[in-house]
């Protein structure tokens, strides 16, 4: 541990120049919103030998020191601690994701999120999902109500003994004709994200999804090395060799994907040059067959 952890090492990360007294929506958007831009969301560590904990130093050193992203467990854990060392009244909540195969939510919390209560007002933060369901900005906890953001509109519903985040949003319109069948583009205007419940959790409560999430066979994330980046006109990512760049043209309806392969000799230039992260062990690609869109 090189030093104890602190907020103004989190903030130059971040590129957050705000003042650290006002705990309110507007700050708390900009973190949101900075954390994503800066942060990728990225599983790599599963493909480089690397173990992923729920230690929050050892997330501290990764993503804030070293340069790195992370998957939820991380980021989001990190962005809690935050958020509490920054006075803000919040709680981490576990959620389920949608599994698309399936047609329902997962049976287990295997997602990471927070709430933040202010002025009364309860508020859902998730700066770690990815891709073009990445949220940019927080989510009033209302039930119903269209929240456009960059990526479309998102709501959240609740369905009484459990809430459910969904979107709208837009046609994919892909450049490279080769890729317009990839089992990458997103073809569904309208899905379900995740299932909720506000039972606040604590770390150790995903100790155990934590480690089946890099071992099991069957785990999305073993069978795909991801790595995504939100800018400030759509998102980037790199799936096993799939390079994508995607724009937002919401004024077109459509979402441009520029997609393409990579070569074996050229990932780490993209990971430094589109992601800004330099691999301390060796990646090995992965994209087997298992549902993931962009």
């Known amino acids: 541990m090189e030093g104890e ?7 130059s990360r971040i590129g957050f120049h705000g003042s650290c007294n006002n705990l309110d929506l507007a700050t708390l958007k900009l973190l949101h919103k900075q954390h994503v831009l800066s942060i990728p969301f990225e599983n790599l560590s599963v ?3 690397e173990r992923i904990t729920m230690d929050l130093e050892v997330i501290f050193n990764k993503i804030v020191r070293s340069s790195r992203g992370g998957w939820c467990l991380e980021n989001n854990f990190l962005f809690g601690w935050v958020l509490r060392q920054m006075g803000y009244d919040t709680e981490m909540l576990g959620s389920r994701v949608f599994n698309s195969a399936t047609n329902g939510f997962n049976p287990s919390d295997t997602h990471l999120i927070n709430k933040v209560v202010i002025d009364g007002k309860a508020y859902i933060t998730d700066v770690s999902f990815g891709v073009s369901s990445q ?9 119903g109500k269209d ?8 709501r959240l519903i609740d369905k009484g003994d459990h809430w459910v985040l969904e979107k709208t949003g837009r046609k994919p319109k892909v450049v490279n004709l080769e890729f317009a069948k990839s089992s990458l583009v997103n073809q569904k ?3 379900p994200i995740y299932s909720f419940t506000l039972v606040p959790r604590e770390a150790r ?3 155990e999804v934590s480690h089946s999430l890099q071992t099991d066979p069957s785990s999305l994330f073993t069978n795909k090395s991801i790595c995504s980046l939100q800018t400030p006109t759509g998102f980037r990512a790199l799936v096993g060799w799939t390079y994508s760049e995607v724009t937002y043209k919401p004024e077109e309806g459509v979402d441009v994907l520029d997609m393409r392969d990579i070569p074996d000799d050229e990932i780490d230039q993209i990971l430094r040059e589109k992601f800004n992260i330099k691999l ?6 992965v994209n087997k067959t298992a549902y993931y869109t962009l």
Not at 135 to 143: G, I, R, T, Y
Not at 280 to 285: F, H, M, S, W
Request: glycine fraction near 6%; include cysteine.
């Open 47 to 49: 493909h480089c030998g």
């Open 280 to 285: 301390q062990n060796k990646l090995q690609p």
């Open 205 to 207: 409560h995903f100790l």
């Open 189 to 191: 205007l309208k899905k």
């Open 147 to 154: 929240q456009p953001q960059a990526a479309g509109a998102f």
């Open 5 to 11: 952890m602190n907020l103004e090492e989190y903030f």
């Open 135 to 143: 949220l940019w900005e927080p989510l009033e906890l209302v039930s």
